[in-house]
């Protein structure tokens, strides 16, 4: 038995909210000082060479990322770090701050691994995010940056918003995300449609002097012909990369109360879709283009699917909620016994190995 399966009774007491900034807050104490936070890397950290990843001009020390939305505002980086992650993504952050929706606005459901969240892009806006990067928050594993739109942004507004956060925290990121595809923020115009993406992407590389990979973050719910039309565009103006996937607005395979709730659905139940659209994107990229793959990982087996459908990097945010603190290492030192059962040198030998 760990130990968070002890404290996790105790933790799931709490309203879900709580609950999370209770456990950001813990992790901000542990890495504010040097002997806890070696303590955790201690015990945390897993290196192997088969576990590295070179991909956008750097070398991740194993595929395991935290997702967007966990520390939107860069706050625990270090102790992420420490906790084994290979790389951290930060955000979505807006160029001002912004309260979200109303709480309740996160919700367990319990009995599905999964989790319902209406946060509504929360957060503190890019020059306190920028503060924070520039006076230690830029840890030494890999580092992304997922910039968004207010809520209240026109069409023409939201163009200058992804450009301001992109201009302010690039220089501090290893690779930017833009997310268009947040399930639970208003929606004021189409954010995916193909206009938009090519005005966001021309915006992006105009301003991109240093070559700063640029991502795009889609959602699991759009028809597979609109993620084709999206893989278009992104091979049209360079871009370097999808993640995939977000939230879904879909409840299959949720049987909790919860579902009833309104929002995005991470964790379990998302892992097979989220895999399906890596999937369809590999296939039609012929593999070339880098996949960061995301939902419902939560074991190295999960992790390894998605490799295999495409993805060159995982991330998860649920599986960490569920299963705690040691999860990025306990999936890291059994994909190294996966790769070696199958056969494969390294995690980017396995990249794809599912595609005929
Ligand atoms: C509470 C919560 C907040 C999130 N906030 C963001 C966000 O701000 N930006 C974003 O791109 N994704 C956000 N996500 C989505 C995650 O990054 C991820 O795509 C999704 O949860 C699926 O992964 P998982 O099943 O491992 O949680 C959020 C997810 C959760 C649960």
């Excluded at 969240?117 to 920028?130: A, I, K, L, P, S």
């Excluded at 918003?161 to 290893?174: H, K, Q, W």
């Excluded at 599986?319 to 040691?326: K, T």
Aim: charged share 25%; glycine share 8%.
């Amino acid at each position: 038995m760990t130990l968070y399966s002890r404290v996790r009774p105790l933790a799931f007491k709490l309203p879900p909210e709580r609950a999370h900034n209770l456990g950001k807050r813990t992790l901000k104490a542990a890495q504010s000082t040097m002997p806890t936070r070696a303590t955790l890397s201690y015990i945390y950290q897993y290196e192997h060479p088969a576990l590295e990843v070179d991909l956008f001009g750097t070398t991740f020390p194993n595929p395991v990322g935290m997702a967007a939305g966990f520390d939107k505002n860069a706050e625990v980086t270090h102790a992420l770090e420490a906790l084994g992650f290979g790389f951290v993504e930060i955000g979505t952050v807006t160029p001002y701050p912004q309260t979200g929706n109303d709480r309740p606005r996160l919700f367990r459901l319990r009995e599905d691994r999964a989790m319902v969240n209406r946060m509504g892009f929360n957060g503190q806006g890019m020059d306190r995010v920028r503060d924070r990067l520039e006076r230690n928050a830029v840890p030494k594993i890999p580092l992304g940056v997922n910039v968004g739109k207010m809520n209240t942004s026109s069409e023409d507004e939201a163009i200058e918003d992804y450009r301001r956060v992109f201009d302010r925290l690039s220089p501090f990121a290893d690779y930017v995300v833009v997310n268009v595809s947040c399930p639970n923020t208003p929606k004021q115009f189409d954010e995916t449609s193909s206009d938009h993406l090519r005005r966001i992407f021309e915006t992006l590389q105009d301003e991109n002097d240093e070559d700063r990979p640029i991502l795009v973050k889609v959602g699991p719910d759009s028809p597979t012909k609109s993620v084709l039309e999206l893989v278009d565009i992104v091979l049209e103006f360079d871009i370097d990369g999808i993640v995939a996937t977000n939230t879904t607005t879909g409840r299959d395979g949720a049987t909790d109360s919860n579902r009833e709730e309104w929002g995005g659905m991470s964790g379990k139940p998302l892992a097979d879709p989220s895999t399906e659209v890596i999937r369809s994107i590999a296939a039609a990229t012929d593999g070339e283009l880098p996949i960061v793959g995301v939902g419902g990982v939560d074991s190295a087996e999960r992790a390894y699917e998605k490799i295999r459908a495409g993805a060159s990097l995982v991330q998860l945010y649920t599986g960490f909620v569920y299963e705690g603190p040691s999860t990025a290492t306990r999936i890291n030192k059994e994909l190294v016994e996966l790769l070696e059962r199958d056969g494969f040198s390294s995690i980017q030998a396995a990249v794809g190995a599912d595609l005929d």
